[in-house]
């Protein structure tokens, strides 16, 4: 998409960019990959919602010259994940968790990176980890209601770390937001726990959130490609409002 010079901070740019973005969303595409090697553009893209992905350096031939070459993404489904949390050790004696936590951290996080979304990988409660024990005062998985995060001043360490955890993952809202204007922290979080019993690898997703469907879809999509043996559990929490789902996972 080029503009002229001429009719260069008129809108032009603009109001073409809500044509493609409307015939876009008429025709179902999901993702816009768009390629610029001006700066100017590339800011213009950004503006208007893509998301940088990848800078290329390119030298062209018989050239001393380098040109940086910006490779960007629109997406259009309902759900847009740009900011994937990985977390272990919400309990302190989660050891695989844990484990895997510390390793992408040493590792900057090679393994998990991908091109089309940022990856941050974080240890849940550090002091329980610290300690070695599930948690120090209460559990953190159960600390994530929106009265409970309300509460600026706790003796808790883990609510306290609950509502750190919020600021940078959130803010939880109070009900469920899918524009494309909402920038939450994340967009959607990995929770790595563990459990006693011989259950094998269960990926758990919660049934009452509407953006789940595309947890689900992962979660059957890495069944069909890698663990034929994943079992997935719905779990279906005792309440229908966000404001009132405990876990980790609601603040996204």
């Not at 350096?57 to 740009?82: D, E, G, H, Q």
């Not at 951290?105 to 329980?128: C, H, I, M």
């Not at 790595?192 to 009452?208: C, F, P, R, W, Y």
Request: proline share 4%; hydrophobic share 40%; charged share 20%.
């Amino acid at each position: 998409m080029a503009v002229t010079k001429a009719r260069r901070g008129r809108g032009t740019g603009t109001v073409l960019f809500r044509h493609m973005e409307a015939f876009c969303r008429e025709t179902r595409v999901q993702r816009l990959s768009i390629v610029t090697g001006n700066p100017l553009s590339r800011d213009f893209y950004i503006k208007m919602g893509c998301v940088l992905s990848t800078v290329f350096i390119v030298s062209p031939p018989r050239s001393t010259a380098s040109i940086a070459i910006n490779w960007l993404y629109r997406y259009f489904a309902a759900k847009l994940i740009r900011r994937v949390h990985i977390v272990g050790g919400v309990h302190g004696d989660h050891a695989k968790g844990i484990a895997l936590i510390r390793r992408w951290q040493q590792e900057a996080g090679a393994e998990v990176k991908r091109p089309t979304f940022s990856t941050e990988v974080l240890l849940g409660n550090p002091v329980a980890v610290e300690k070695g024990c599930s948690f120090v005062d209460e559990d953190l998985d159960l600390l994530f209601k929106q009265t409970q995060l309300a509460t600026s001043v706790s003796n808790s360490v883990e609510q306290q770390r609950a509502n750190e955890l919020n600021a940078l993952l959130g803010p939880k809202k109070q009900v469920y937001e899918y524009t494309t204007e909402h920038s939450p922290g994340t967009d959607f979080i990995i929770d790595l726990q563990e459990s006693k019993a011989d259950v094998g690898i269960v990926a758990m997703v919660s049934g009452t959130k509407i953006h789940d469907a595309f947890a689900h879809r992962l979660c059957h999509a890495i069944q069909r490609s890698h663990l034929p043996d994943l079992r997935i559990v719905v779990a279906m929490p005792n309440t229908t409002s966000k404001a009132g789902y405990s876990a980790l996972n609601s603040i996204s």
